[in-house]
């Protein structure tokens, strides 16, 4: 059962912003999947069919969710990955839950109940990120309102904090905090370095910044590491001044897992 493991062992959720294309979707995922030979840890394929919460209305958003279901199956099916994407509205969650094993709460949307209940009601895993105007302890709520359907598969997600305009800080206390409710928390490495709206309508961001958001996590006891990444992250279609190249991922991994931040 995949939730039991990823209680038991660290694990990693990797993957494109949003879904692009086919092939690179399945670029990535031949990557991931090599990845998780090498080091025999669990990897979760992520992508987003819908990002309906870009900056600009100008902005990509994704295939929407006819299509994307399709393109996450066919991930699915050719890979034997396990597949993470986030739904924005309750009606979503049924459909999705067909072919991901894991639906994930965007972070802004945490405390929307009727999603929140959707989710809890596919019996699949939910993922939760933290609001960047909660506190870990604030996330009791929210992972209330998904146990409350009897689904005590959960996750909670970090991802940083508000710090003025554009900007977040990450507030590492937050991942015992939210270890406390019972239920294993992921540290969002790659958001948690985002400049929001802070490049003339688009995102900016720190990659440089990424390993070390995860090696901290590691030090506080995060059970899992969320990464995007992109074969180019310049010419990505989204969040790419965050997202990691594919051709570092496996250092970093190295690192991470095996302890040697040298």
Same mark, same amino acid.
């Given at each position: 059962?995949? *939730?039991?493991?990823? %209680? =038991? &062992?660290?694990?990693?959720?990797?993957?494109? $912003? %949003?879904? +692009?294309?086919?092939?690179?979707? /399945? #670029?990535?995922?031949?990557?991931?999947?090599?990845?998780?030979?090498?080091?025999?840890?669990?990897?979760?394929?992520?992508?987003?069919?819908?990002?309906? =919460?870009? &900056?600009? %209305?100008h902005s990509?958003?994704?295939?929407?969710?006819?299509? @994307?279901?399709?393109?996450?199956?066919?991930?699915?099916?050719?890979?034997?990955?396990?597949?993470?994407?986030?739904?924005? #509205?309750?009606?979503?969650?049924?459909?999705v839950a +067909?072919?991901? #094993?894991?639906?994930?709460?965007?972070?802004?949307? $945490?405390?929307?109940?009727?999603?929140?209940?959707?989710?809890?009601?596919?019996?699949?895993?939910?993922?939760?990120?933290?609001?960047? /105007?909660?506190?870990?302890?604030?996330?009791?709520?929210?992972?209330?309102?998904?146990?409350?359907? @009897?689904?005590?598969?959960?996750?909670?997600?970090?991802?940083?904090?508000?710090?003025?305009?554009?900007?977040?800080?990450?507030? /590492?206390?937050?991942?015992?905090?939210?270890?406390? /409710?019972?239920?294993? %928390?992921?540290?969002? $490495?790659?958001?948690?370095?985002?400049r929001l709206?802070?490049?003339?309508?688009?995102? @900016?961001?720190?990659? +440089?910044?990424?390993?070390?958001?995860?090696?901290?996590?590691?030090?506080?006891?995060? =059970?899992? *590491?969320?990464?995007?990444?992109?074969?180019?992250?310049?010419?990505?279609?989204?969040?790419?001044?965050?997202? !990691? *190249?594919?051709?570092?991922? +496996?250092?970093? !991994?190295?690192?991470?897992?095996?302890?040697?931040?040298?």
């Amino acid at each position: 059962m995949l *939730y039991q493991q990823l %209680v =038991n &062992t660290p694990f990693i959720i990797a993957g494109p $912003c %949003v879904i +692009e294309s086919q092939d690179l979707l /399945f #670029e990535i995922a031949e990557e991931l999947v090599r990845l998780q030979g090498i080091f025999n840890i669990p990897i979760i394929f992520k992508a987003s069919f819908d990002k309906a =919460n870009r &900056t600009s %209305v100008h902005s990509f958003r994704g295939p929407g969710l006819k299509n @994307g279901i399709k393109m996450l199956a066919r991930v699915k099916e050719k890979f034997q990955l396990p597949i993470i994407t986030d739904i924005h #509205e309750s009606n979503q969650a049924a459909p999705v839950a +067909e072919v991901a #094993e894991i639906l994930q709460i965007p972070a802004f949307l $945490c405390r929307q109940t009727d999603l929140l209940l959707a989710a809890g009601a596919t019996n699949k895993i939910v993922n939760i990120k933290k609001a960047q /105007f909660l506190s870990g302890k604030d996330m009791a709520f929210p992972a209330e309102k998904v146990a409350s359907t @009897g689904n005590r598969q959960i996750l909670l997600t970090e991802r940083g904090n508000m710090y003025g305009y554009n900007n977040l800080a990450v507030d /590492f206390r937050n991942i015992p905090d939210m270890q406390a /409710f019972g239920y294993p %928390v992921v540290m969002d $490495c790659t958001h948690a370095v985002q400049r929001l709206g802070g490049a003339d309508g688009k995102t @900016g961001g720190n990659r +440089e910044f990424v390993p070390s958001m995860a090696y901290a996590a590691k030090a506080f006891g995060a =059970n899992g *590491y969320f990464f995007e990444v992109h074969p180019d992250p310049a010419i990505a279609k989204s969040d790419g001044p965050n997202m !990691l *190249y594919l051709k570092d991922f +496996e250092g970093i !991994l190295e690192k991470l897992l095996k302890g040697n931040y040298s």
